[in-house]
């Protein structure tokens, strides 16, 4: 089975501070992804990457950046955390091929204070 | 742009009834649709997808999905409902025309089995 694993379950951080989320997939996938979860607004893709270095925007981009260094794992990174950024935060991979389903790991709850 | 709606905030089912969860879509091209299910505090699990073909799809857990091409939907069904299914479940699309296969999900629905 993929395992796709986020380094925390829970965060809280403060207003201002640098954030770094971090993700590890363990089958080789070529894509990974990063989503905030907001009840009542389903999943909004912030950024995506679909090989070593490269990335592209998603829907929600602004206040957040994304690194990828090695095929396994991919960071998402909030510059300055505000507090408008207390969300989950879900990270996926999968397979090259629109129709390959995506893998998500089990999230990591974010509060800003 | 591709768009997602499932027009249900929250499903009410006695276990031992059939569960429908609705999804209509609209893209610009043809879908590629997909099901997930989210269990409290886990990630998303793959239920089951439509690429082409079979308008009847059977996924993960006796779940299966009808493809609807003229009235745009794709709604997920059981036969027979557990207590074990309540969860929230979340319908996502991905326009063949993306070249690079963004997948926009619906709001989610929460089903609730009761005994």
């Known amino acids: 089975d993929v395992k796709v694993t986020q380094s925390s379950r829970y965060l809280v951080k403060r207003t201002g501070e640098k954030v770094f989320l971090e993700c590890v997939q363990d089958?080789?996938?070529?894509?990974m992804f990063w989503y905030r979860q907001d009840p009542g607004l389903g999943l909004r893709l912030i950024y995506f990457s679909y090989d070593v270095k490269m990335k592209e925007k998603g829907d929600i981009p602004e206040g957040y950046s994304v690194s990828r260094e090695k095929k396994e794992r991919f960071s998402l990174i909030l510059e300055s955390a505000s507090t408008n950024q207390t969300s989950m935060y879900l990270c996926a991979s999968s397979l090259s091929g629109v129709y390959q389903p995506q893998h998500f790991g089990d999230g990591t709850r974010l509060s800003i204070l | 742009a591709q768009s997602v709606a499932q027009p249900e905030d929250q499903v009410n089912v006695a276990e031992g009834n059939p569960l429908t969860v609705k999804c209509t879509y609209s893209v610009s091209g043809n879908p590629y649709l997909f099901w997930y299910v989210q269990y409290p505090n886990r990630g998303l699990q793959f239920l089951l997808k439509?690429?082409?073909?079979?308008?009847l799809v059977k996924g993960s857990y006796g779940f299966e999905a009808e493809f609807n091409k003229s009235q745009t939907s794709f709604h997920l069904k059981k036969p027979s409902a557990l207590v074990s299914d309540s969860a929230l479940y979340f319908c996502?699309?991905?326009?063949?025309?993306?070249?690079?296969?963004?997948?926009?999900f619906g709001a989610g629905t929460q089903v609730v089995v009761t005994p």
């Open positions: 439509y690429i082409t073909g079979d308008n």
């Open positions: 996502a699309v991905r326009d063949t025309t993306d070249s690079w296969g963004k997948l926009q």
């Open positions: 089958m080789d996938h070529e894509n």
